[in-house]
């Protein structure tokens, strides 16, 4: 029986805020792991798991046997192919990682910053040595164009919807919809989450042009 | 006293002890206060506006200026957030070494920056590991508190770290080294004193219970969230480079060559700032302290005035013709100094009582006097939380924060909250200060 430490939760946020709610899941479920194994998996879902249904999800992903992020972005990078401007919507820190690392240096890179966490957005930033602007819900249409492609993390998919951040449907409604090459969805869960998908929104899979899975 | 030199008295004690009761409007009371000053000391017949512009000590706000932009250019370099990461990890996230840490890294940083730029840049670090550890009021209270005091010690250990040594270094009134090697030992003496007492009597994290899942979590969220962040050694080397040039400059140049500090100040940043281009130009333009330097502009008009008055001369002669031994004299003066700056604050007592300390660094070897206030000083920015204008920064920074126990209960940081460190630490820096002020003798 593992005996995890009070105020979980404030920790929780500071991470989901800054590195997105499957990143930070992921690395809450690999620590806790590491201290007390499955027990410590087990009781970390019970804590936190309905608070933050993706934390859920991972923690019961990593219980029936899968570890570590699935971050290739290889059909993202082909998806993106001849595009000059990327727009990001949301947060997976480690996803956004392994994107830059090989998305060509002539295609621009933004990310709208906003969250429904405290984030210090210039820490976020200077993870990536300047290759990625910020942009508000009012400036990024200013990156809108033929050659441009919206990018959001998804967080599962079931039947024909995925949930997505907020933000993303502030973001794309109808006037902004076609100003872009493509609205990309990445996939970032391996299964659909359990509980009431808390902080996220439901949308039709069928309303992006592709949603990988990662 | 004459009416003049009550009147302008006055309206100097007025204007500050309302900005100290109205902080957030400080700026408009000390600009309106010298306003007024310079009114009533024209139609007073004391001095005309000009003569009194001419009084301010511009070479103190050009150092004070130049030295807060070479701080912003060590910022942009993203040096402190990778030095903050080196601290979690050798503080393995257990609350003490955290502590102990954080506050030796506090006095370090504020020796070399200023104070204001040195709690932005390291308090809002150690906010997100009270959140990540899961602390409770006692540890928080204690802990922000000593980062402050740290703050305040480093700022006096350097005569670039704080505006009360800027001021003696830019008038001349010691040079450069011969400040540093008195007061950085001083300062430490104090500190070490601190922290001793805090973690043998005190304790303040005794009622935390250290769990090794909140110390793997800790260490590895803080990793994750600067898992990329480097040094940008093409935006560090410059202002690097040229504030070691200035440091040497500062202790080899002869005042007598006509280089004074101010001046070596301005060509060095000016220098580090055309070194790194585009983002120089950018710094100067939105990154000048507008507000410390029209507070501090403000308030040499309003000490100008009163000094032109004959005041000051009539309370050092007082001071020296009190019927106790001249040592004692210098004692009351720098108690009086403490006390006076915990209720007016830094900027303004200093401004005021150094034209006292050059009376008394007549009848004194200058640096006991000199250093004695400085350390005085300290010891009175740090009795009050707003003593300081670090202080109601760290109020409203962690306020922001929105802090919590493990429990869920709101974490603090008010004037209650912090008042017992401060008296402690007020006793510990006065008799630093006194100690030295009698060796020294």
């Known amino acids: ?214 | 006293m004459s009416t003049t030199q009550a009147l302008l008295a006055l309206i100097l004690l007025a204007s500050l002890l309302l900005q100290a009761f109205l902080p957030a409007r400080r700026l408009v009371v000390v600009t309106a206060g010298a306003g007024l000053a310079a009114l009533a000391s024209a139609l007073l017949g004391t001095a005309t506006a000009p003569q009194l512009l001419a009084d301010v000590p511009w070479d103190v706000i050009v150092i004070l200026v130049t030295l807060g932009l070479l701080s912003q250019l060590f910022v942009e370099s993203r040096v402190f957030g990778v030095l903050a990461l080196w601290a979690t990890r050798w503080s393995r996230a257990q609350p003490r070494r955290v502590l102990l840490l954080f506050t030796v890294g506090m006095y370090v940083v504020s020796g070399l920056v200023n104070n204001l730029t040195a709690l932005l840049l390291v308090l809002p670090i150690l906010l997100i590991l009270f959140k990540l550890l899961g602390v409770r009021q006692r540890y928080v209270s204690w802990t922000l508190a000593l980062v402050l005091v740290a703050c305040n010690l480093g700022g006096a250990a350097t005569p670039i770290g704080d505006f009360p040594a800027i001021l003696l270094l830019g008038r001349g009134a010691m040079s450069f080294d011969a400040y540093l090697v008195r007061a950085a030992p001083a300062t430490l003496v104090a500190l070490g004193v601190l922290l001793t007492l805090a973690m043998i009597l005190v304790r303040p994290g005794r009622q935390l219970h250290e769990h090794p899942v909140s110390a793997r979590l800790t260490l590895a969220t803080m990793g994750a969230l600067y898992r990329n962040v480097r040094v940008e050694k093409s935006r560090l080397l410059p202002p690097a480079a040229f504030l070691g040039a200035m440091l040497v400059a500062w202790v080899v140049v002869p005042l007598e060559s006509g280089v004074t500090a101010d001046l070596v100040a301005w060509l060095g940043t000016a220098a580090a700032l055309v070194a790194v281009g585009s983002l120089g130009e950018r710094i100067v333009r939105t990154q000048v302290d507008v507000e410390a330097t029209l507070f501090l502009l403000s308030l040499f008009i309003m000490v100008g005035a009163v000094k032109r008055s004959g005041l000051f001369t009539e309370v050092a002669r007082w001071l020296q013709g009190l019927p106790i031994p001249p040592l004692a004299q210098l004692c009351v003066f720098l108690v009086a100094a403490g006390l006076l700056t915990g209720i007016f604050s830094a900027g303004p007592s200093m401004a005021a009582l150094l034209e006292v300390a050059e009376r008394l660094a007549q009848q004194h070897p200058p640096e006991a006097v000199y250093v004695g206030l400085a350390l005085s000083v300290c010891a009175g920015s740090s009795l009050f939380l707003t003593a300081a204008t670090s202080g109601p920064l760290a109020q409203a920074l962690t306020e922001r924060a929105d802090l919590r126990s493990p429990s869920g209960e709101v974490l603090r940081f008010g004037f209650l909250d912090f008042l017992p460190v401060g008296v402690m630490s007020f006793c510990v820096i006065q008799c630093v200060a006194l100690a030295w002020g009698i060796w020294a003798s």
């Open chain 1, 1 to 214: 029986m593992s005996t995890l430490p009070e105020g979980l939760h404030q920790a929780f946020i500071v991470a989901v805020g800054e590195l997105g709610m499957a990143c930070a899941a992921s690395l809450f479920v690999e620590s806790v792991a590491q201290e007390d194994g499955t027990d410590g998996v087990a009781a970390l879902r019970d804590a936190l798991g309905r608070s933050f249904p993706v934390l859920d999800a991972v923690a019961e992903q990593w219980l029936a046997g899968a570890r570590a992020l699935r971050t290739d972005p290889t059909a993202i990078l082909a998806a993106c192919e001849g595009a000059s401007e990327l727009v990001v919507v949301g947060l997976e820190a480690f996803f956004l990682d392994a994107l830059m690392a090989r998305l060509p240096p002539r295609t621009r890179c933004a990310l709208l910053c906003h969250s429904p966490f405290d984030v210090d957005w210039e820490r976020v930033l200077s993870n990536y040595s300047g290759r990625i602007s910020p942009v508000n819900l009012e400036s990024f249409q200013s990156w809108a164009g033929p050659r441009s492609v919206l990018l959001t993390f998804a967080y599962g998919v079931g039947g024909s919807s995925t949930h997505v951040l907020p933000a993303w449907v502030r973001a794309t409604g109808e006037d902004v919809r076609m100003q872009f090459r493509s609205l990309l969805a990445w996939n970032v869960l391996q299964a659909p989450m359990f509980v009431y998908p808390r902080w996220l929104v439901e949308v039709d899979a069928a309303s992006f042009t592709h949603v990988f899975q990662a």
